[in-house]
T-cell receptor, first 110, second 114 residues
């Protein structure tokens, strides 16, 4: 089976940097994704790591260590609009299942 | 390009009623998914499909059925609705071409079973 663990809540100050961690257990591994979801909205794709290392997209970066079954999402220069829930997801695996973590609610304070 | 379209956006059902949540995508994606999201929780995979005529169970399939007669459409059927099925339902699709497996989500269906 597959399981993912993320912190339930993180609070940070506007302009700061925050890291959201994700650890996973999977029978097969095909990549780690990150999605953002604002209240009342649908999840939207942020990043995808298939290989070890850091992927950077603007203010957001995502890191993966396959040997440690660990990844993180790094948000820099936090803005109020970054207040949202952030989900890591593993897969799709060989059967094309894609499983989500329970999400981390980020609150950005002025 | 509409992406993934879900209907209806909101629905209230009585216990024991049935309904179909519609999902269609115009991106020619083979892989489609149904997730449910309870308040303040993550997304749970209900069913998914890797192509027309092929479906499989996810994490929480009980009480639901799906079909995939075309590449575009992936309806989710609720039989004998129960209060435990009160949730927000998201349909999504994923492209097979290119790197980066990116899910495209519909806007969701908020379902209440009373």
């Amino acid at each position: 089976g597959q399981s993912l663990e993320q912190p339930s809540e993180v609070t940070a100050v506007e302009g700061a940097i925050v890291q959201i961690n994700c650890t996973y257990q999977t029978s097969g591994f095909y990549g780690l994704s990150w999605y953002q979801q604002h209240d009342g909205g649908a999840p939207t794709f942020l990043s995808y790591n298939a290989l070890d290392g850091l992927e950077e997209t603007g203010r957001f970066s995502s890191f993966l260590s396959r040997s440690d079954s660990y990844g993180y999402l790094l948000l820099q220069e936090l803005q109020m609009k970054d207040s949202a829930s952030y989900f890591c997801a593993v897969g799709p695996d060989s059967s094309y299942k894609l499983i989500f973590g329970s999400g981390t609610r980020l609150l950005v304070r002025p | 390009n509409a992406g993934v379209t879900q209907t209806p956006k909101f629905r209230i059902l009585k216990i024991g009623q049935s309904m179909t949540l519609q999902c269609t995508q115009d991106m020619n994606h083979n892989y489609m998914y149904w997730y449910r999201q309870d308040p303040g929780m993550g997304l749970k995979l209900i069913y998914y499909s890797v192509g027309a005529g092929i479906t499989d169970k996810g994490e929480v399939p009980n009480g639901y059925n799906v079909s995939r007669s075309t590449t575009e459409d992936f309806p989710l059927r609720l039989e004998l609705a129960a209060p435990s099925q009160t949730s927000v339902y998201f349909c999504a699709s994923i492209g097979t071409q290119g790197g980066g497996e990116k899910l495209f989500f519909g806007s969701g269906t908020q379902l209440s079973v009373l």
